[in-house]
């Protein structure tokens, strides 16, 4: 009787730990492909961050040669104002 006993009771933890075994593995294999879902998601946003990067730096540099030209149209017409004035002066 005694050893009926246990043997359901062995019986009754091994498929209780089986099912925890099976339900770990599907969690794990869940997370497991959530991990790559979210590999891809970052993988893309660092591409997106590293074109939006190099359309600053163009953007940076077409701004820096619009102000050199501003600078430089400036001088011209501070010249061109002092020219007038010195002109209109005689």
Do not use: C, H, P
Request: aromatic letters at 8%; hydrophobic letters at 40%; glycine letters at 2%.
């Amino acid at each position: 009787m005694n050893s009926k006993l246990t043997t359901y009771i062995l019986v009754a933890i091994i498929v209780v730990l089986a099912g925890f075994a099976y339900y770990t593995s599907s969690q794990v294999n869940e997370l497991k492909r959530e991990t790559t879902v979210w590999k891809n998601k970052y993988e893309e946003a660092l591409e997106d961050m590293e074109d939006a990067f190099k359309r600053l730096e163009e953007k940076d540099n077409q701004l820096k040669g619009a102000l050199e030209e501003a600078q430089m149209e400036r001088l011209r017409a501070e010249e061109a104002l002092l020219s007038a004035q010195k002109s209109s002066r005689k």
